[in-house]
């Protein structure tokens, strides 16, 4: 099994206990920190703003990866940098000019990425300014659904895509992930598994993406 970043979704921890969620996420030995931005209107549920990130950012070193599930994620995008966002995320689908705001993100030192949702066709002329390509297993917004097979197709084309135009960008899955899943991802050739309620389940469960 190829090793894998593993990037827990700290948003289905409990909110009044998030330093002992980051303590469990850091014992696992995951690398990554997944931080689920939602503004209510792209998706119908409401989370964390730049405060939450720079909160995070003070108690621990791990990379935190924030996905803006934002229609305007660009009137956002300066706060989560100055928040100490490592990699900034955002939707395909948001109502901005999503190269300018890619370009923008890595020229601001964070790493950028794309995420679309299941229903979405894959943009691939947008691949080439990413860092990040973030596959929807499930409809954002709310944790604890079933991951839809269908990513593991996307994966697969993104993976061949990549080879073939000798790109760098690293393939994310976010939503419905456990064990057999994961494994199967990354498989197909995902290099970051995000998770939630199954990690903070059962975080020893997913010790095979770090090995």
Not at 58 to 76: G, S
Not at 148 to 156: G, H, Q, W
Request: net charge negative; proline share 3%.
């Amino acid at each position: 099994m190829v090793k894998a970043i593993l990037a827990p979704s700290i948003l289905l921890y409990d909110n009044c206990d998030l330093v002992g969620g980051v303590r469990i996420i850091e014992s696992s030995g995951a690398q990554w920190i997944h931080v689920d931005v939602m503004d209510g209107h792209f998706v119908d549920n409401i989370s964390f703003g730049p405060k939450l990130v720079a909160d995070l950012r003070r108690c621990t070193d791990l990379f935190l990866d924030v996905h803006l599930m934002l229609t305007h994620p660009h009137q956002y995008l300066t706060r989560f940098i100055e928040a100490g966002a490592d990699g900034i995320t955002i939707h395909q689908e948001a109502s901005c000019n999503v190269e300018d705001q890619l370009r923008l993100i890595r020229e601001r030192g964070c790493l950028c990425g794309l995420a679309i949702k299941p229903e979405t066709a894959l943009n691939f002329e947008l691949l080439k300014f990413v860092d990040i390509a973030l596959i929807m297993g499930v409809q954002p917004g709310f944790g604890g659904q079933t991951f839809m097979p269908e990513a593991c197709d996307k994966v697969l084309r993104l993976r061949e895509f990549r080879d073939k135009n000798i790109l760098q960008y690293k393939i994310s899955v976010d939503g419905g992930i456990r064990e057999n899943v994961g494994r199967n991802l990354i498989a197909a050739g995902a290099d970051i598994i995000v998770t939630g309620s199954a990690f903070f389940s059962s975080p020893q469960d997913f010790c095979f993406c770090l090995n």
